[in-house]
Structures are given as structure tokens and as C-alpha cells.
């Protein structure tokens, strides 16, 4: 394949793939459940790796002579490191010959397409481009992080009701997919899903991760709140 191969053919390559795939219903495009799987085994790896360590793996993938370039052409591209991720598994996924600037564009597109969000309904949808707003806004607040394949955020979805009950009265929650959120996840130091991020003036005073019961949650809640 040519690298000026316009984003509408790398769109077809990337169903033909099985990377991504129209919904007949609605004609939304969205990335595949199969890829996604594989894309959380490198998001998993990358997106808590420390800035030398990244920069390292991207010399390295692109042939690049060191960190430092790597991180120069990094922060002149701004790359993401869930772009990082999502190249490297759509460069393991693909059986076409693509040249690497097709697969770096395709794997820009699968990054913008995306699953479908596993922020349950009930919560306000936040990414890395809304949650600074949503935190500044409020005094008090708590940002939620799930993760598609989850089957601990899973069991808490079938709680949800009982777990937005643990927080007080007034306190609004918000939600991030933690694939789609990096720069969040990073913030606060969270790396695991379900995890529940409480937020006093602006700063995390306290982070609970892994599947949490609605009783425990709103001791500890109360604990940190004084409510």
C-alpha cells in the first residue's frame, strides 16, 4: 500500500482487519471488542511506564537514535501514550503490508473511534479534556474510573444506585474510561479499575480501587468527608 492512501481507504483497511466495525443500525463506527482486549494488554504496560522508560520504547519502535530525540518528536507531535499503545497493537493485529506511516494514522483513527464508553449511565462522562473543569467546579467531588473486559466494574454497575448513595448529598460524580484517559489516571495515581478518586478543593484526598461494596465505600467516604 502507498502511504498517501486517503483516511477513507485506511478506514476500509481497519474493518477489512477487523480492527473496526460499522453498527448497521446506527452507521457509528467503533473499534471492535476483539481489539480492544488486545489494546488493553499494551494500555496496561504504557500508560503508568515513567517518561524515560516511554520514551526508550519509542526510539526503539521507530528506529529513532535516542530517548532524548524520541522525546523531542513526541512532544513536537504530541503522542499520546494511548496512541503508543493502540500503534503497537494495530501493528501486532494487521496482516496487510502497511507502511508505518499508514499504521500510524490508522492507529490515530482507532484511537479518535474508540469502544463504546463503560461509564455506566448515571454518572457525568468526563475524559482528559473535561475532568480539570469538572474538579475545579466543585468543592467536593468524585471521579469514577472503569475499564471495558472489567468484570469487578461490572459487578459495581450492578450496584450503582446503592454506590452513588454512598456519597453525599450534593457531592456530584463523574465518571473516565480508563483506557480513553491517561493523563487522568496518571494525575492521580490510579491504575486499576474500578476505582472510585475523591476530590477536596481541587486536589485527590483519597483513592479507593478494586471492586467495593456500597457499605464499606460510604464508611471510608464518611471517614475522608467528615459527613
Known amino acids: 500500500m502507498s502511504d498517501t492512501h486517503s483516511p477513507?481507504?485506511?478506514l476500509d483497511a481497519l474493518q477489512s482487519e477487523g480492527i473496526?466495525?460499522?453498527?448497521?443500525?446506527?452507521?457509528?463506527?467503533?473499534?471492535?471488542?476483539?481489539?480492544?482486549?488486545?489494546?488493553?494488554?499494551?494500555?496496561?504496560?504504557?500508560?503508568?511506564?515513567?517518561?524515560?522508560?516511554?520514551?526508550?520504547?519509542?526510539?526503539?519502535?521507530?528506529?529513532?537514535?535516542?530517548a532524548a530525540e524520541a522525546a523531542e518528536r513526541v512532544d513536537e507531535l504530541d503522542v499520546s501514550r494511548e496512541e503508543f499503545a493502540t500503534f503497537l497493537t494495530l501493528r501486532s493485529a494487521v496482516d496487510g503490508d502497511y507502511t508505518t506511516v499508514e499504521l500510524t494514522t490508522m492507529a490515530q483513527m482507532a484511537?479518535?473511534?474508540?469502544?463504546?464508553?463503560p461509564v455506566p449511565d448515571g454518572v457525568e462522562h468526563l475524559d482528559d479534556d473535561s475532568y480539570?473543569?469538572?474538579?475545579?467546579?466543585?468543592?467536593?467531588?468524585?471521579?469514577?474510573?472503569?475499564?471495558?473486559?472489567?468484570?469487578?466494574?461490572?459487578?459495581?454497575?450492578?450496584?450503582?444506585?446503592?454506590?452513588?448513595?454512598?456519597?453525599?448529598?450534593?457531592?456530584?460524580v463523574g465518571g473516565v474510561a480508563g483506557?480513553?484517559?491517561?493523563?487522568?489516571?496518571?494525575?492521580?495515581?490510579?491504575n486499576a479499575a474500578p476505582a472510585?478518586?475523591?476530590?477536596?478543593?481541587?486536589?485527590?484526598?483519597?483513592?479507593?480501587?478494586?471492586?467495593t461494596d456500597p457499605a464499606p465505600l460510604a464508611e471510608r467516604v464518611e471517614e475522608v468527608y467528615g459527613v
Open 179 to 190: 483506557e480513553q484517559s491517561p493523563e487522568f489516571c496518571r494525575s492521580v495515581g490510579v
Open 196 to 211: 472510585v478518586v475523591l476530590f477536596e478543593d481541587g486536589e485527590p484526598v483519597e483513592r479507593i480501587t478494586g471492586r
Open 132 to 172: 480539570e473543569a469538572f474538579v475545579d467546579a466543585h468543592d467536593r467531588c468524585v471521579v469514577t474510573v472503569w475499564k471495558l473486559f472489567c468484570d469487578p466494574c461490572e459487578a459495581m454497575k450492578e450496584q450503582l444506585d446503592d454506590v452513588l448513595a454512598a456519597f453525599p448529598d450534593g457531592v456530584p
Open 111 to 117: 484511537t479518535e473511534l474508540g469502544p463504546e464508553t
Open 8 to 10: 477513507e481507504a485506511l
Open 20 to 66: 473496526a466495525v460499522i453498527d448497521e443500525e446506527t452507521d457509528e463506527v467503533s473499534t471492535t471488542e476483539a481489539f480492544e482486549a488486545d489494546r488493553e494488554v499494551y494500555y496496561d504496560t504504557y500508560v503508568t511506564m515513567g517518561d524515560a522508560e516511554f520514551h526508550e520504547s519509542v526510539a526503539d519502535v521507530f528506529g529513532l537514535d535516542s
